[in-house]
């Protein structure tokens, strides 16, 4: 059994880090850290884990073997900094501190997309854990980048409102948010950069990637549309896609049309690939909170300390 600890549990993935933790047969959970909530159980903030985990939350730190940081963007660094880990603890940090320039110190973070990492993965102890866009948008592209197939890519996607993460917001209110979309940071969010570094390695040229996000009215999940040009048919792109993924136990590519509730509250992204004349569309569905954070990073963990790297997350999907 290893000890594990949370810092930011008192936010939406770190919450949801406690919601899987808590059922995982080799982990425990020995902190959640929080500085504006301590003292406070975590219960009370988050009532679905009464009798699942009541532990009060703390704004000291212990020495643990596994550390989750689930703190806001650009804090990450500045929290390590402060707070000197041992070199031996497996470091899993889900802002976005790492995922560009992954050092600190003697530390070197390894990207933590399973898919095209996991040899890397296998025995790391500093992993950054990619964004919920990124994840959504690069396994819908990958198999066409490792064939050097990506030129101009058109994207779009819809997420849910727990992505904007706890802090309440303007476009995080209900009555704004209810019945209403919106189209926000069009082609400057911050996780293209992330995507183009990867997927360029394996395309091995340059990709202009043009991404809208969009604001859903809902509270979970994420959507994406990918558009590109190829002359494969559509048959020949699908079965590049099933070997591409052949074996990896959250990805799914489907022969049929695609959905959120397949995938909200699970660790999985299902893909469906539709075709008419030169031009394809892939569209992805993730879990935002799950494959695009706190499922991922147990994933993550699962393949860094040698266990089944399903284990803890055979998770039920929302049906209705």
Not at 112 to 123: R, T, W
């Amino acid at each position: 059994m290893k000890k594990a600890g949370i810092v930011g549990a008192n936010g939406y993935t770190g919450s949801e880090l406690i919601r899987v933790l808590a059922f995982h047969p080799n982990v425990s959970l020995s902190f959640l850290y929080s500085r504006s909530n301590s003292g406070t159980k975590i219960s009370d903030l988050y009532p679905d884990l009464t009798a699942v985990c009541e532990q009060v939350l703390t704004d000291q730190p212990k020495d643990v073997d596994i550390l989750f940081l689930c703190l806001p963007h650009k804090e990450s660094q500045n929290w390590l900094t402060k707070n000197p880990v041992k070199d031996e603890t497996l470091i899993i940090d889900l802002g976005n501190d790492f995922r560009l320039d992954g050092s600190l110190g003697n530390r070197n973070f390894i990207y933590g997309l399973p898919e095209i990492n996991k040899k890397n993965l296998e025995g790391a102890k500093s992993i950054a854990n990619p964004g919920c866009f990124a994840t959504a948008i690069q396994l819908a592209l990958l198999p066409l980048a490792e064939k050097g197939l990506l030129n101009e890519v058109y994207t779009t996607g819809i997420t849910g409102s727990t992505g904007a993460g706890q802090s309440l917001q303007a476009t995080t209110h209900f009555t704004w948010r209810n019945d209403n979309i919106s189209a926000y940071k069009t082609l400057t969010h911050q996780h293209v950069e992330e995507i183009l570094q990867q997927l360029v390695s394996f395309n091995h040229k340059d990709i202009s990637l043009n991404f809208v996000p969009w604001r859903g009215d809902f509270a979970r999940g994420i959507f994406t549309s990918s558009t590109v040009k190829t002359d494969l048919v559509l048959s020949d792109i699908v079965q590049l896609y099933q070997d591409f993924y052949e074996g990896e136990p959250f990805v799914k590519v489907s022969e049929n049309a695609i959905d959120l509730k397949q995938v909200v509250n699970t660790n999985r992204c299902v893909i469906h690939i539709e075709k008419s004349g030169n031009v394809a569309v892939i569209h992805s569905a993730i879990d935002n909170l799950l494959k695009g954070a706190s499922g991922q990073a147990v994933q993550n963990m699962n393949i860094a300390m040698g266990w089944e790297e399903n284990l803890g997350l055979n998770l039920k999907p929302v049906a209705f």
